[in-house]
Structures are given as structure tokens and as C-alpha cells.
């Protein structure tokens, strides 16, 4: 490949849609890896628009790779969360783009059915015509007007009603993360809504909770652990928490919810935590 090549051009827009569609960095890179082998078996002076071709192939492939997935995590051990990924400041700056790969929506997508979740995707995060989207998935313009209708539904059920402010999202996020550092269960539950909700991933690799935890007092009693190495970092586009302890790793991502955290989720399984480091490249 060359640097002219419509696939390098395009890689990172590629990666994302395909990170958004699995929730995994590692199944995406194997997406992109099948699609460009298709793409250089191509004629490609035939195709007169590279960019909506990639995306179509590298939809196709990531639809594969769902349905293989699907088979999988349904012996996954405890909580299967979404891969997180460091991000840079211009990731936040999208805010639509911000939204749409974060840890929370990442999780709601979870729920939909593989052709639903490449829909939405497709039509709410790169507004891709509906044609255009009928092609990727094999179905009629009309059909995947329907399903972009029903899983349009689907994620507003799921979403928190009101949107928070990146300033006021960031002020909860420190002041969670120094009740961390202290460990003290009176700070974390004076930052946690009473309903909140923790949520780990383990994967059977780390010690994690099996099934999500309900109630801000069995939450703040289960992570006031002193101790701790805790950091702020950016991933997924929002402001979250590094922690370590002992040689263990894990990324905290939070949602906020009227000044106050009310579902936590946090992936400790060290498959899971390759992409702490370097920034991912998406784009939309």
C-alpha cells in the first residue's frame, strides 16, 4: 500500500466504523485486515467511489464478524464489556462523534441485532444515505428505513434523557476519581446516585464482579479499596479513570447524570487493556 491508496486514506473512518459496529478494537483490525485483502483483489480503477466502497466492504465483514462474536460471548465469563480506547481532545470535540463511541452507547449497541446495529451506525454517526446503506447490508432503501426507525427507538429508550455538559461531566469524573484515591466510602457515595450501578468486566481474567452491582452503598463499600494509582484520562471521548493497584489494571468509565455518577462501568480484563497508550485515530 501507498499513502495515496484510497485504503490508507481512509483507514482511520474505516477502523471506526468497524470499532462501532463490534466494540472491539482487536475484531476491528481483523475486519480491516479481511476487507483490505478484498480491496486489492478488486479492479480498482472500476470503482468510481472509493470511500462508500471501503465502507461497504469493511460493513459487510464487520456483520461476519458480529454474527461469529455473538456465538462467543454468550460463553463469555461474567460482563462483557466494550474494548476501551485512549483518545485524543479532538475526539471530545465531536461531540456527536464523542457520543456515539462512548463506553455507554458502545453498551446499548450491544442490544441491538447485528444488521440493526450497522444501520444505526451508518445513518446516525456517518449519515451515510439510505441507498447507500441498503447496499452494505443487503436489504431494500425502504426495509432499512424501518430498521434505522426501530433502532433509533431502541437507543433513546436506553440513553440518559438529558445531555451533560463536557465541563460538568469532567467536574463529576475528578471528583469521583480523588473519592477513588482516598478510598473512602462516605466521598464515593456522596459523588454516586443512590440507584447507581457498577458494571465490571473480568472476563474471567481479572477479579471483577460477575453481575452488575445495584445501590450506591454496595458499590462505594466494594471500590473503597486504598491504595489505588489513579489517573484521568480520556477514553472513548470522555474524561475517565486509569487505576492500579497492585500490578492490575482497569479503565473506569462512568455516566453522569445530574451532578452525579449513576452507572460505572469497569474493564479489568487485561485483553482488554492494549489500547491505554497510544491515542486511537477515529474519525467520522
Known sequence: MTTAD????????????????????????????DSWLRWAAVDQEQVTDARAYLVRVVTRQALNRMRTLSRRREDYVGEWLPE??????????????AESVS???L???????????????LREVFDMPYGEIADAVGKSAAAVRQTARRAREHVAARQPRVRVSPSEQRAV???FMAALRTGQ???????MAPDVVLVADGGGLAHAAMV??????????????????????????????RI?????????SLVVENGQVTRIYAVANPGKLTRLNVPAELVR
Open 6 to 33: 484510497p485504503f490508507v486514506v481512509h483507514r482511520s473512518l474505516l477502523f471506526t466504523v468497524a470499532y462501532e459496529m463490534l466494540g472491539s478494537a482487536t475484531d476491528a483490525e481483523d475486519v480491516l485486515q
Open 84 to 97: 476501551p480506547l485512549l483518545t485524543s481532545p479532538d475526539v471530545a470535540e465531536d461531540v456527536e462523534l
Open 185 to 191: 466510602i462516605q466521598e464515593l457515595m456522596e459523588v
Open 103 to 105: 463506553i455507554a452507547m
Open 173 to 175: 469524573v475528578e471528583r
Open 107 to 121: 453498551t446499548v449497541l450491544e442490544t441491538l441485532g447485528p444488521t440493526e446495529r450497522a444501520v444505526f451506525v
Open 212 to 241: 452488575p452491582v445495584h445501590g450506591a452503598e454496595v458499590v462505594a463499600a466494594a471500590l473503597a479499596r486504598p491504595g489505588r494509582l489513579v489517573s484521568l484520562v480520556s477514553l472513548n471521548g470522555a474524561p475517565a479513570g
Open 244 to 252: 492500579e493497584l497492585d500490578g492490575r489494571v482497569a479503565a473506569v
